[in-house]
């Protein structure tokens, strides 16, 4: 599988941005696509996570409410629209795909596939 991540950029805080990802290569047992972030001098953190099939989400609660993850089955992309933004959500973001969706799993854990990272930076 491979994933191309984009849309990253600058931004105000309070503003929005929409990430995509393209995934090429995918095959009909990897059912998971998600999104992780890495800010300077922290770990990567599970963002938002999509079933292929059905369209489950989960959100960490730190973007719930803000951040929505959605997909298009015919172009084999994902999204990331990121409103009210704040200063927080400075990192880079990275999209991931997985064989099988496993929802909370991610909080934890990472997914099996991983592309180059997009910088987002929210300015306050």
């Known amino acids: 599988v491979q994933l191309q991540a984009s849309g990253g950029g600058l931004v105000q805080a309070g503003g929005s941005l929409r990430l995509s990802c393209a995934a090429s290569?995918?095959?009909?047992?990897?059912?998971?696509m998600g999104w992780f972030r890495q800010a300077p001098g922290k770990e990567r953190e599970f963002v938002a996570a999509?079933?292929?099939?059905?369209?489950?989400?989960y959100y960490a609660d730190s973007v719930k409410g803000r951040f929505t993850i959605s997909r298009d089955n015919a172009k084999n992309t994902v999204y990331l629209q990121m409103n009210s933004l704040k200063s927080e959500d400075t990192a880079v973001y990275y999209c991931?795909?997985?064989?099988?969706?496993?929802?909370?799993?991610?909080?934890?854990?990472?997914?099996?596939?991983w592309g180059k990272g997009t910088l987002v930076t929210v300015s306050s």
């Open positions: 991931a795909a997985d064989d099988y969706y496993r929802g909370s799993y991610y909080v934890n854990h990472g997914m099996h596939y």
């Open positions: 290569g995918r095959t009909v047992s990897s059912d998971a």
């Open positions: 999509i079933r292929w099939s059905g369209g489950n989400t």
